[in-house]
């Protein structure tokens, strides 16, 4: 089993569409919690990141963590195409920066 | 412009020989990082160097080298000895790994590497 499993998609919405992206992870040390969105053939850039449990909300995103249930979501409000990337869940333990990776799901936004 | 930069963007390389991956930051971090993503696998962690002159494996080290002799510097070579070594290959920096609260790791565009 993978510390961190995340539904590769891909998910195919219509523009307008509230988008709802999970991750579920195993290990229970798990304090940081980030979000990133990747373009194709582009590096990674961070969306949204949360310390610990409870809700963080930035512009059209929402990041929630409940570790009780060791889920994270990332919510997309009004999407747009140009919203259309794979998404990565990441996360890592209080000290130290080393990240664990969802295998990324794939978000397409049709307009 | 402060930013990581990644050469060469394409990469092909025949069985047999090895090759080097150049990564370059001017954000004046000290903690950087190499990973290697496969279709549906996410982001797995080559190597990763705190300081100059200092670098650990993270969990698919094998058949891979690094050096850090410069701060700003930190290239990988992938070697023959690696069995499959097609991947999308990224290089990423933090502020450092040890200050007991997270640095956003900043990502290069990434090194596409195929075996012909």
């Known amino acids: 089993q993978k510390e961190v499993e995340q539904d590769p998609g891909p998910l195919s919405v219509p523009e307008g569409a509230i988008v709802s992206l999970n991750c579920t992870y195993s290990?229970?040390?798990?304090?940081?919690f980030m979000w990133y969105r990747q373009y194709s053939r582009k590096g990674p850039e961070l969306l949204m990141y949360?310390?610990?449990?409870g809700n963080k909300e930035d512009g059209r995103f929402t990041a929630q963590v409940d570790k009780s249930s060791k889920y994270i979501s990332l919510f997309i409000r009004d999407s747009q195409p140009s919203d259309s990337a794979t998404y990565l869940c990441?996360?890592?333990?209080?000290?130290?920066?080393?990240?664990?990776f969802g295998a990324g799901t794939i978000l397409r936004v049709k307009s | 412009d402060g930013g990581i930069t990644q050469s060469p963007k394409y990469l092909f390389r025949k069985e047999g020989q090895n090759v080097t991956l150049s990564c370059e930051q001017n954000?004046?971090?000290?903690?950087m990082y190499w990973y290697r993503q496969d279709p549906g696998q996410g982001l797995r962690l080559i190597y990763y160097?705190?300081?100059?002159?200092?670098?650990q494996k993270g969990d698919i080290a094998e058949g891979y080298s690094v050096s850090r002799e410069k701060k700003e510097s930190f290239p990988l070579t992938v070697t023959s000895a690696q069995k499959n070594p097609t991947a999308f290959y990224l290089c990423?920096?933090?502020?450092?790994?040890?200050?007991?609260?997270?640095?956003?790791?900043?990502f290069g565009p990434g090194t596409r590497l195929t075996v012909l």
């Open positions: 990423a920096s933090s502020i450092d790994l040890t200050s007991g609260v997270y640095n956003e790791q900043f």
């Open positions: 290990n229970s040390a798990f304090q940081y």
């Open positions: 949360t310390y610990s449990s």
């Open positions: 990441a996360m890592s333990l209080e000290y130290g920066n080393k990240l664990v």
């Open positions: 954000l004046n971090h000290d903690a």
């Open positions: 160097s705190q300081i100059v002159n200092d670098f």
